[in-house]
């Protein structure tokens, strides 16, 4: 059910909708922020209680060299903003680019081809219309993701390209990889950018023999390997209620040779992946046994696709969804003038899969410049079979600082849209923590919260932990990120500390 609480392959908490800071795009962080805007933005569909929204002075943002028109819409802090151009999955040796890497074996060219230079930046259409997202979808608000103007965004996944490649009809199958941006908490799996793949393979009624997809399919089914793991799949290729057929456009031996091909393939790369994660592990500790892969499909919602699932994989205790995928919507394929194909799509979020892949403790890693770092995995590219998990620098401490204040007392709980009042936010929480101490703060947790009895006042405390990846942090240093984040917060949410 993930699309339902919002579109993510890496998380799955439901989230707010409404956001109230924007700050400034030059590297004099927050210093030219002002409230200026108090009032509700009623041209969107969504129910917003808008609040202190902050402009910044400027009027354009420059992306990878191209300038954009900001508007009362325009939310990306500087940190996010400087580390656009960074592109982890083009970094030869980088764990992300080595994933894709893998991932990209599986899908051989020439029935796949690969797109990995897309623009970051997209508009609103490309990102949810053009997937069918209904206009009050949580995941279009301000509070979940990063907006230029109030066309444009970066987008919150690959699926934003879907209806142009489609379009392009370059080939049978593609593979896109990229960044995607999203606003979020702070822990060691979240991080507000990250990347994703993207895979999508077509048939097409007017180009098979005899017209009949099914055969095709299923014949393509049969030139797929065999894989030797266990895979729980309990439910029916599809269900009336749960997880339907698009009646109007597959017949039900369309669907079910579709779904079969489309777990065949994403159970063959889950294996890639795992098969390599073991020998890694193996590499490095010649007695290492792990346990054996266990997969398990799971009915799932996207707008864009149905019937829909999600892939499970049984790791270290738990049950871990690594993609969600399904048949793919033909008013996707109708819109984007290819009426006669048809088939499947999926996504995977990078991250989640390179921690695993390598043993990558914290998902900061990623973004971190330290030659202890990068030098581990120099020459895996060229030589897969090289791969080794991790070896983390030693740990540095870590340093917790509690935060309790009152929010301002025009606070109201979700729901009520009247105007000049504040609805929290925790993303924006987050994001004055990320902005004023950047990839110091491991996470932050609620403590407590709590609504005055007499005065109605809400109030919130949280748990923040300051830790470098590199180096030991001292309690001053500490202190002095603390203290600039009760400034932020009091200043760009004008919250009162207690
Ligand atoms: N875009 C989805 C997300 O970020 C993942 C996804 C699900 C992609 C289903 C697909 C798909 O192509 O068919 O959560």
């Known amino acids: 059910m993930l699309l339902a609480r919002r579109l993510c392959t890496s998380c799955l908490r439901a989230k707010c909708t409404t956001s109230s800071i924007a700050n400034s795009s030059n590297g004099n962080r927050f210093a030219l922020l002002q409230q200026i805007n108090n009032s509700i933005i ?70 796949y081809n690969y797109h990995n230079e897309f623009n970051p930046v997209v508009t609103t259409h490309q990102n949810f219309d053009s997937l069918g997202f209904p206009k009050d979808h949580p995941g279009r608000a301000k509070g979940d993701t990063y907006y230029i103007n109030g066309d444009t965004l970066l987008r919150t996944h690959t699926s934003a390209h879907q209806a142009d490649v489609f379009r392009a009809n370059l080939s049978e199958g593609y593979l896109i990889s990229a960044d995607v941006y999203r606003r979020d908490e702070i822990d060691k799996s979240h991080y507000p950018i990250f990347h994703q793949v993207e ?78 994660a073991k020998a890694a592990a193996v590499r490095a500790d010649p007695n290492y046994v792990g346990e054996p892969l266990q997969v398990r499909w799971v009915e799932a919602y996207f707008p864009f696709t149905s019937p829909s699932w999600e892939l499970e994989v049984y790791y270290d205790g738990d049950w871990l969804e690594v993609l969600g995928c399904g048949v793919v919507k033909q008013d996707l394929y109708i819109n984007a003038g290819v009426p006669n194909q048809l088939g499947w799509a999926f996504g995977v979020g990078l991250e989640r899969i390179a921690m695993l892949l390598f043993q990558i403790p914290d998902i900061r890693l990623f973004w971190s410049q330290d030659e202890r770092w990068y030098n581990q995995f120099k020459g895996m590219s060229d030589n897969l079979d090289s791969l080794k998990p991790f070896v983390p620098f030693s740990k540095y401490p870590a340093c917790a600082k509690d935060i309790s204040f009152w929010l301002p007392s025009s606070f109201v709980e979700s729901g009520d849209t009247k105007a000049n009042k504040y609805k929290w936010c925790e993303n924006d929480f987050m994001e004055i923590l990320r902005s004023v101490a950047g990839d110091v703060v491991e996470d932050a947790k609620l403590l407590d919260q709590f609504t005055h009895p007499k005065t109605g006042r809400k109030s919130m405390a949280y748990r923040i932990n300051y830790r470098s990846l590199e180096r030991t942090l001292s309690n001053k240093e500490a202190n002095y990120l603390h203290e600039k984040v009760r400034e932020s917060l009091v200043e760009k949410l004008g919250v009162e500390i207690r």
């Open 42 to 111: 009623l041209s969107r569909a969504i129910p917003v209680v808008h609040h202190r929204a902050i402009s910044t002075s400027r009027d354009t943002v420059e992306i990878n060299g191209t300038s954009y028109k900001t508007d009362s819409w325009f939310n990306i802090p500087p940190n996010v903003i400087d580390k656009i151009p960074r592109r982890l999955h083009l970094q030869k040796d980088h764990p992300i680019y080595i994933t894709r890497q893998i991932i990209e074996s599986v899908f051989p060219p020439p029935t």
């Open 199 to 276: 895979g999508a393979r077509s048939w097409d009624r007017a180009k098979v023999a005899n017209g009949d997809a099914t055969a095709a399919i299923l014949s393509d089914l049969e030139k797929l390997p065999d894989h030797p793991i266990e895979v729980q799949d309990p439910n029916p290729p599809f269900h009336d209620e749960r997880n339907p057929r698009q009646e109007a456009h597959h017949s039900p031996a369309e669907v079910e040779a579709i779904s079969a091909h489309l777990k065949r393939s994403l159970e063959l790369m889950v294996v890639e992946i795992f098969t390599r």
